[in-house]
């Protein structure tokens, strides 16, 4: 029974030898990762919409290139709705599917950017506290 009660403290003696202390820069580099971490998130919803937003156009698309050529179109621009000659209507599709790419691209740049960032904190992290902190996410 002793040996076990002297097994526990060594255990212990060596946990807290191995605790390193966190200094200012540390608590830092943490919570900047928390808040990248949490912009990743975010970025990756917005990608998310863009993409469903993207299906939605592409099928739309397709919808408009079956209308006849002489009907006018109904075409939501805000809240309201305007009666457009249906080569008008495909214009302004494909403007709006340009723009939406824009959007998306730039969007996938911030979140490499963001994912570039944590992983360079992560290193850093890794690098001065080991086990005793986990960064995945």
Not at 42 to 63: G, I, N, P, R, Y
Not at 115 to 121: E, G
């Amino acid at each position: 029974m002793a040996s076990i009660l002297q097994r526990r403290m060594l255990s212990k003696e060596d946990e807290a030898a191995d605790e390193v202390e966190v200094r200012r820069e540390d608590q830092d580099k943490i919570n900047r990762f928390s808040r990248l971490h949490q912009r990743e998130i975010a970025l990756s919803e917005e990608l998310q919409t863009k993409l469903k937003e993207k299906e939605e156009l592409d099928d739309l698309s397709t919808e408009l290139e079956l209308a006849d050529e002489d009907e006018k179109v109904q075409y939501k621009i805000g809240d309201a709705f305007f009666h457009l000659p249906l080569e008008q209507a495909q214009e302004m599709l494909s403007t709006a599917v340009s723009r939406l790419e824009e959007d998306f691209s730039a969007l996938e740049e911030k979140q490499r950017s963001v994912q570039d960032q944590m992983q360079s904190l992560k290193v850093d992290l890794y690098a001065r506290f080991g086990k005793q902190i986990n960064l995945e996410t």
